[in-house]
């Protein structure tokens, strides 16, 4: 029942990795995601890759998305390390091809994750 359960708001949101690099800028190009670590939200907090305002984010943000099941199956920009697209290539739900995802202008940590 994993599978029911992970789809609780609860379970849903246990999936997240906390890598926080959703947050960060990307320039998308067809094939490509590449994601700029200097430049993250403003509300991301980046010591910790955890959202200031998480309960309120789409509200303080317009511009922040939620990861949901859709996001999971079809977003091809997720990084590799995301929880969500794990998930889904866990139950074969990954309908999509990822992007060839690259970081720049960073050492930050949170871009290490994909290369693991
Ligand atoms: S508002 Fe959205 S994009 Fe910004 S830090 Fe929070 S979750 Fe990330
Ligand atoms: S990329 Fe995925 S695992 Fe990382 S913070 Fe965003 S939703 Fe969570």
Known sequence: MSF???LSPSGWDSLCRKCGLCCYEKQLSPGTAVYDLSEPCPLLDCESQLCTVYRNR????????PVNLFTAMFSSYLPHCCGYTAWAKKYHLRLVRSREISY???IHPAGKLDDE
């Open 4 to 6: 029911l359960r992970d």
């Open 58 to 65: 789409y509200r303080k943000n317009p511009r922040c998305r």
């Open 104 to 106: 720049i202008h960073s």
